[in-house]
T-cell receptor
């Protein structure tokens, strides 16, 4: 079974802090994604990556950056956390041929 | 992005059948996915349609009509554990390497 693991289930950070959300997948998938999920807005794509050191902006990249130094790991970085970044963050991975995406368990981030 | 529309909420009783509709508009359709998401958990893959017709998988079936830009998820013999959000997602042929566009989800509540 594919496993996508996010480093934290719950996280509380202060405004202005730099925040790192880590995601690791164990199935050698090329594609990795970061989404945020908010009530009434559904899943919105922040960034995605199709190869090591490659990244593409999604629909809402402002305030975020990403890093993919190894194929299995995709990190989401909040350069200076703000309260409007309080959300559920979901990481996903898939094969490059566009098969189903497998999701991690999510990180509930609260910025105070 | 793509325009994906699905009802916000639905209710049904245990043992009944429910149909969750999804309509979409895309310039280059390349597959439609249904995901199930229980509260506080990650989405899990349910079904995939790329050709017209019905795909059956146990109590769940998914139908696609590409000419109408329409899909539905059919859940039979409803159980309490089917209470969840159901997400419709479309892959666009023109999109970079298989990214999915998600609808906002349909919250299904199953009553005893």
């Amino acid at each position: 079974d594919v496993k996508v693991t996010q480093s934290s289930r719950y996280l509380v950070k202060r405004t202005g802090e730099k925040v790192f959300l880590e995601c690791v997948q164990d199935m050698d998938h090329e594609n990795m994604f970061w989404y945020r999920q908010d009530p009434g807005l559904g899943l919105r794509l922040i960034y995605f990556s199709y190869d090591v050191k490659m990244k593409e902006k999604g629909d809402i990249p402002e305030g975020y950056s990403v890093s993919r130094e190894k194929k299995e790991r995709f990190s989401l970085i909040l350069e200076s956390a703000s309260t409007n970044q309080t959300s559920m963050y979901l990481c996903a991975s898939s094969l490059v041929t566009g098969s189903e995406a497998f999701f991690g368990q999510g990180t509930r981030l609260t910025v105070v | 992005g793509q325009n994906i529309d699905q009802p916000t909420e639905m209710t049904a009783t245990e043992g009944a059948i429910v149909q969750i509709n999804c309509t979409y508009q895309t310039s280059g359709f390349n597959g439609l996915f249904w995901y199930q998401q229980h509260a506080g958990e990650a989405p899990t893959f349910l079904s995939y349609n790329v050709l017209d017709g019905l795909e059956e998988k146990g109590r769940f079936s998914s139908f696609l009509s590409r000419s109408k830009g329409y899909s539905y998820l059919l859940l039979k013999e409803l159980q309490m554990k089917d209470s969840a959000s159901y997400l419709c997602a479309v892959r666009d042929r023109g999109s970079t390497l298989g990214r999915l566009y998600f609808g906002r989800g349909t919250q299904l509540t199953v009553w005893p």
